[in-house]
């Protein structure tokens, strides 16, 4: 199992949190971490420099190292899980893993990504932050110029959200398979069909609040917000309460 994220200095500490929770169910997957320089990290590091300023508006919080993921196809495997840092591994992936993909697996946004959906004229909003990606396929289709295309094209949907995500769903339209939400499900987010979080094996913390990246632990989280703010005491031996 080959896994990859993308990330700059200011998100390095995301990684590490997502890839401990991923290590704890699969010690033997390879993480590979691309980055615009080098970082001070244990994981594979490959460096693929940014050498433009991208156009990104979702609300200031899209930093130009997530458009790496728009050139993974310069890495030398045929395919990869990629995880966006702000991810949670609660379950085993070998489903995901395992699972065909023709181009590339992910699944379909929360509602708000309706609005998304409708201002690209597509049926469903493809959710990037988890994808399974056939990147000796995607080599073939030219993905990566693809998706450059449409970012430097100056198109942006009525919805203002032009970024990383917008290029991927623009650009594969009609190349996106959509698998269950169980693979990418967001916390705190509405759904028409939604399923418990804990049930979830891959839990997304999307948006401007990560505190929950601080301790992904599911003992833990029935207690975090009476305890947020509060000077607290851990009494044990479960050391791994601490992640760090």
Request: proline share 4%; charged share 25%.
């Amino acid at each position: 199992m080959i896994v990859v994220y993308v990330a700059d200095e200011n998100y390095l500490g995301f990684v590490e949190k997502s890839a401990s929770s991923l290590l704890k169910i699969h010690p033997e997957a390879k993480i590979i971490l691309v980055s615009p320089e080098k970082l001070n990290t244990s994981f594979q590091n490959v460096v693929i420099p940014i050498n433009r300023e991208y156009r990104r508006k979702a609300n200031g919080r899209i930093s130009s190292a997530a458009y790496l993921k728009l050139f993974l196809t310069e890495l030398p495997y045929d395919k990869v899980i990629y995880l966006d840092g702000d991810t949670i591994i609660q379950k085993p992936l070998d489903e995901l893993w395992d699972m065909g993909c023709e181009y590339i697996n992910l699944t379909e946004s929360h509602n708000f990504g309706k609005k998304q959906a409708e201002a690209l004229n597509v049926e469903k909003y493809g959710m990037t932050s988890v994808m399974v990606m056939n990147l000796a396929n995607l080599r073939k289709i030219d993905f990566t110029n693809k998706c450059l295309e449409v970012e430097s094209s100056g198109f942006t949907p009525s919805t203002g959200w032009q970024h990383d995500e917008t290029c991927i769903n623009v650009a594969m339209k009609g190349k996106l398979h959509f698998i269950d939400k169980k693979w990418n499900y967001c916390y705190n987010r509405e759904y028409d069909e939604p399923i418990n979080e804990q049930d979830a094996h891959i839990l997304h913390i999307c948006g401007r609040d990560k505190s929950l990246m601080i301790n992904p632990y599911e003992e833990i989280r029935p207690i975090l917000e009476y305890i947020k703010d509060k000077s607290v005491a851990i009494v044990g031996n479960a050391t791994t309460l601490f992640d760090e």
